[in-house]
């Protein structure tokens, strides 16, 4: 069993940043793939970023040169790092965790750990 918990969400203005951290439990972190799904009200969970247990990243285009997945194993922590925010990205940020994949998968079902989610909002 795998307990995620994020934090690091907040209110910020367009143009700033927030650092989302997922912090997981469990002695097998290393080996999952992990994924930053965020969604918005209204909308469909969507990936954000992701990262393979070799280490691959993803990231969305939308996303793309601003946000920075990275992850600690030693800390068993996965890290959203969001720069130059703008109001679209508002939305409740997730992590999650596949242990059954090496790959970062965007189907959102094949993921087997899900985070509480925390609350990213972007003013204009």
């Known amino acids: 069993q795998v307990q995620l918990v994020e934090s690091g969400g907040g209110l910020v203005q367009a143009g700033g940043s927030l650092r989302l951290s997922c912090a997981a439990s469990g002695r097998t972190f290393s080996s999952y793939a992990m994924g930053w799904f965020r969604q918005a009200p209204g909308k469909q969970r969507e990936l954000v970023a992701g990262?393979?247990?070799?280490?691959?990243?993803y990231y969305a285009d939308s996303v793309k040169g601003r946000f920075t997945i990275s992850r600690d194993s030693a800390k068993n922590t996965v890290y959203l790092q969001m720069n130059s925010l703008k109001p679209e990205d508002t939305a409740v940020y997730y992590c999650?965790?596949?242990?059954?994949?090496?790959?970062?998968?965007?189907?959102?079902?094949?993921?087997?750990?899900w985070g509480q989610g925390t609350q990213v909002t972007v003013s204009s």
């Open positions: 999650a965790a596949d242990n059954r994949r090496s790959y970062v998968s965007g189907s959102p079902g094949v993921y087997d750990y």
């Open positions: 990262i393979s247990s070799g280490g691959s990243i």
